[in-house]
């Protein structure tokens, strides 16, 4: 018997599951029955690639169905944003997001309206479908469509909550920058003032920066923790380069071109040069993940 038992080869010890990675500790944890979040649908990349085409076609749309294809291109643009945030932050988080940035923007919308405040007297016309106290319901999806890109593009630029929220929202009402003038010459709404700029006010511009620090100080508290995504980064890199060749090659509108590359590009090019220094590796949810700092070492 002790020969027997000496013969028998002793079994490896078993390694931690926190010494073989966070994969591994997944796998532990389902082996030992503890249930495991089931991932969210990675539907964003092709409603971007969708959303990409359909503003590629645009231009060459027939004046009278200009107004449905650009609905659709806002439903787009908001479905691609909010599945990209539901695949990096969870369809809960990704909600509040969504909700809380279309509430902010819409109650602003509603107060200009009745107002003038704090954007300006405008008024808008029945292009954009159903309204509710004088603003299309379909006003708060332009809050919420690019908030999360712009949420992003700061986050790359600062990691501190109130700095990241004033350039979130500067990054918003740069977008803003080409959104009115084509908006107003299309008949989607009005300045009954005008304005030096395309006939749209400075005060719009205002509002909008007001507007978006208010959605993006709800987001620090919601999301402060948030690291930026690969495909929100680029959806604000594709609509500044969009907008610029928009207004140069198809409605003939430098100036506007000019006034969207100084303002977007002021926050896309430092955006990308910072992801460009990061590490280039993501997680599988599209989310950054940052190169580690190296400690300096002391003289010897």
Sequence with gaps: MRAARARRTPRPARAPLRRLGPRASRVGRHLRGRPTA????????????????AQLRYPSVAPGRQTAATRGIVGLLLAASLADLAERRGPRRAAALGASAAAIGF???VCGV?????FGPYTYSGRLGPKVAGVPALAAAAWTMMASPAWSVAGLLTRRPPARAALAAGAL????VALDPRMVREGYWT?????????VP????AGWF?????????WSVLDGDAEPGDAALGLYVWTWAGEVAANLLFWRRPRVAAAAGVTMGAFAVPALVARLRAAPSRDRRGVLRRRPSRPRQGRR
């Design 38 to 53: 089931s991932p969210v649908p990675r539907f964003s990349r092709p409603l971007l690639a969708a959303l990409a085409l």
């Design 210 to 218: 007001i507007t978006g620090g208010a959605i993006f100080a709800a």
């Design 107 to 109: 109650g602003a919308e």
């Design 202 to 205: 400075a005060s719009n511009f």
């Design 173 to 176: 009402t740069a977008w803003d």
């Design 114 to 118: 009745a107002t003038g405040r704090p």
């Design 191 to 199: 300045w009954p003032d005008g304005g030096r700029y395309e006939d």
